[in-house]
């Protein structure tokens, strides 16, 4: 690390030189971003210390969306800068800026959205930087850093002569989704460092004397820390939110100056307000040819799988694992639930964050997977797996936390309570420590059951454990007996997983909507580093006496015969149509670059009616019959008793990437392939194929020429018939599903290299009659 004394911004107490400013607040300003609204990113010094900059942004090297440019949005003078949390920050050269000297001052405007997490107990100083130009090692410190952190934390630190100092809020954080003003003082002549946040003081440390900052030839960054991390290629760090007149001094402001400047911009005495979509994340990805438009999932960012999903005054809701700082997992470090409704669950609309993770809780360090119930007043109530790495006094760093609305005349029901004690807390002979997670509501009359999954106690297998309540007792829902394991299998395969995920049970009716007495008992197999990840089931009984589950067939089944997209199942009983029904995430298999460039991560899955089919004596699945009439804008192609000749010549000029298509076949007695995302030299597509003679059918996404490992590959299944079929594919851009005879589905990714590769084409060896295929164009439910 090399001392280059160039430059150094606290020689002097310099008066400001800019004919715009005129107030007190402006004695030694020597850096002044007021994050001017532009239409190229650019971000403007107009004190002129600064060169004219372009902030980086992942938008600027998207492969599949055109260039965007940063946002902005109204800030608290003038606009204000939004910053995604993993990619956006402003970065100049020390030769531009090298802070130094007796005196230095920062402030600016914070609106945060998401803070970066870690354990809470972590000796963790890499703050959200708002501005930063530091470096320190056991013998070395110099530079400045000034940000945030979890739970809004925010701290002040200088490198100096005597060492390191940093000065932190004691307890005054900032205020989430809102405008905060933050003023960092050091004054070295006078031997202290101050900190304030919206007119106030809230710390001051005391220093030696004659303290001076160590000038640091690093970059000076604004929104993202000096020193930076990387989680799934995205930068930790970052700030996510919105940052607003930035200013910096080469003098120790003084109090009465400051005081007067954030006077000066209140509004009937108030903090200017902030519209909250303003800071939430952002609808900017409606363009980007691989994120699919009518399947479910935030607007940008990280997501995981769907769960707790209820009705409630006419709106589904459903939650999901959410990293609203960026398109990565961070090791499930501060994972919070988001949020969806819909009146159809079919557009789903993002909402709100419900639950995040708050030191001084029950869920300090995460907020994973869970479920979802009424209580006997119909009122929902959610329980969620509370991650505490400390967990003193208790075995596992997962328990059942407990969460009711905050306003039952919410329609949206936006904001939650989480309970101050544990539902349920893991003890010894509850299942494996430390693997208990993903909580599933079921209820039988006056009777709730909570399954979840865990690992065998006695042996290296997967399980999910079980335990009752009733409305009758008091404190019901935090009042659960155990009862043990719902169900075991005795295959220690690796595939079957060391630790049950997301165990799902439900009652299913009969094809015809008749009740039977048939049960599903659905689970995702962990870890991903040993298991199958695939959803597998067993079609069975529950006995609510014992609260055993006694399966029909020995070994497990699948589903959808896709390879690991369709995962991480959830479920209900809908009370519209007494139908049971699942919810999955369908996953991006992506490499993590590709995730960081594109801004997204997963969406949710169609959902599936399940029912037993009495024929097969099986799982049936249906994709639910509203999307093609809640979704589609017209008919494209209706071809009725056409040659394939003539079908093809129909669909020659097809270019949409948003359809849903419809295929009926009489006397199939060949293969039939259906090429999609097919580019015009046919260099490029994915197969759908039928085999009535081995009575195979699946998905050969071999020929997209940007597909990887991942999801490169011949995935199929064996189906009951496959003479007489029909046929229902949904392409939305990347995002293939289909379903076949209502039976079982099959979920895939295609990653064409050739963007416009939309094309359809149908190829029949021979044999077999094309009743009717029909192409329907859907539209997006994010514009």
Request: charged share 20%; net charge negative.
């Amino acid at each position: 690390m090399s001392l280059t004394f160039a430059l150094l911004c606290g020689c002097a107490k310099t008066s400001e030189s800019s004919s715009d400013t005129t107030d007190t607040f402006n004695r030694g300003l020597m850096v002044h971003l007021k994050f001017e609204e532009n239409n190229n990113s650019m971000v403007y010094d107009s004190m002129k210390k600064l060169p004219d900059k372009e902030a980086f942004y992942h938008m600027h090297q998207s492969n599949t969306a055109p260039r965007k440019e940063i946002q902005f949005k109204e800030g608290v003078t003038g606009s204000a800068m939004v910053f995604d949390g993993y990619s956006t920050y402003v970065a100049y050269n020390p030769t531009d800026l090298m802070v130094s000297g007796p005196e230095f001052s920062l402030s600016a405007w914070i609106a945060p959205r998401a803070y970066n997490y870690s354990n809470q107990y972590a000796k963790d100083d890499r703050l959200q930087a708002i501005a930063s130009q530091y470096y320190k090692d056991d013998t070395l410190a110099m530079g400045f850093t000034l940000g945030y952190k979890r739970e809004g934390k925010y701290s002040f630190g200088v490198g100096t002569n005597n060492g390191w100092y940093q000065i932190w809020d004691e307890g005054t954080p900032l205020k989430q989704y809102a405008w905060n003003n933050i003023l960092a003082v050091f004054n070295g002549n006078e031997g202290f460092i101050s900190l304030y946040l919206n007119g106030r003081i809230v710390n001051r440390m005391n220093i030696p004397v004659g303290t001076y900052i160590e000038p640091c030839d690093e970059q000076l960054t604004i929104g993202k820390n000096t020193i930076t991390s990387s989680s799934g290629d995205c930068l930790t760090g970052v700030v996510s939110g919105l940052i607003d007149d930035l200013r910096m001094f080469n003098v120790a402001v003084d109090y009465r100056d400051y005081k007067d400047y954030f006077e000066s911009l209140l509004v009937d005495g108030k903090i200017k307000e902030v519209a909250f979509n303003d800071v939430w994340i952002q609808n900017t990805l409606t363009d980007d040819l691989y994120k699919p438009q009518y399947h479910g999932g935030p607007y940008e960012h990280w997501m995981n799988e769907p769960h707790a999903p209820f009705y409630y005054k006419g709106l589904y809701h459903l939650f999901f694992q959410f990293n609203a700082n960026g398109p990565y997992f961070n090791d499930a470090q501060g994972i919070t639930w988001g949020h969806l409704t819909s009146p159809d669950m079919v557009t789903w609309t993002p909402r709100k964050e419900v639950i995040v993770p708050t030191a001084g809780t029950v869920h300090p360090d995460g907020i994973w997977s869970g479920g979802a119930t009424l209580d006997h007043e119909g009122n929902p109530v959610i329980f969620f797996t509370a991650g505490d790495y400390e967990h003193p006094g208790i075995i596992s760093n997962q328990n059942v936390g407990i969460a009711y609305p905050k306003d039952l005349n919410d329609p949206y029901l936006t904001e939650w309570v989480t309970g101050d004690k544990l539902a349920i807390t893991q003890y010894f002979g509850q299942g494996r420590a430390g693997e208990f997670r993903d909580a599933h509501l079921h209820r039988e009359g006056d009777d709730y059951f909570l399954i979840i999954g865990s690992g065998d106690e006695h042996s290296g297998r997967g399980t999910a454990l079980i335990y009752q309540t009733n409305i009758h007792k008091p404190n019901y829902f935090t009042n659960w007996e155990y009862k043990g394991h719902v169900f075991d299998y005795a295959n220690s395969d690796a595939k079957y997983g060391a630790v049950w995920e997301l165990p799902v049970l439900l009652p299913l009716n009969d094809q015809n909507g008749e009740r039977t007495n048939k049960y599903m008992l659905a689970i995702s197999p962990a870890p991903a580093t040993t298991a199958d990840n695939n959803i597998i089931y067993w079609v069975g009984t529950f006995n609510k006496t014992t609260a055993r589950f006694s399966a029909d067939h020995e070994h497990p089944r699948r589903m959808d015969y896709g390879r690991n997209v369709f995962t991480g199942p959830s479920g209900f009983v809908d009370p519209v149509s007494g139908e049971a029904m699942m919810f999955s995430i369908l996953q991006s298999q992506r490499h993590a670059v590709n995730l960081a460039k594109s801004g997204w991560a997963h969406n949710v899955g169609l959902t599936r009616s399940l029912y037993y089919d009495t024929d097969l004596n099986d799982l049936g699945v249906r994709i639910i019959d509203n999307v093609i009439d809640n979704l589609s804008t017209g008919v494209v192609v209706d071809a009725l008793n056409k040659s394939v000749t003539d079908i093809n010549t129909a669909l020659a000029n097809f270019k949409h990437d948003m359809y849903a298509l419809t295929l009926t076949l009489k006397d199939l007695t060949n293969r039939l392939e259906l090429r999609v995302r097919k580019s015009a030299d046919d260099t490029e597509y994915t197969a759908i194929y039928l085999d009535p003679i081995s009575r195979l059918a699946g998905v050969n996404t071999g020929l997209n020429l940007n597909n990887t490992w991942l999801t490169n590959g011949d995935f199929n299944g064996h189906f009951s018939d496959l003479t007489n079929v029909k046929l229902t594919v949904y392409v939305d851009r990347s995002q293939i599903e289909f379903v076949i005879n209502d039976e079982k589905t099959i979920s895939a990714r295609s990653f064409p290299k050739d963007l416009a590769a939309n094309g359809i084409s149908l190829h029949l060896a021979g044999g077999g009659s094309i009743e009717h295929l029909v192409v329907y164009a859907m539209r997006s439910i994010y514009e």
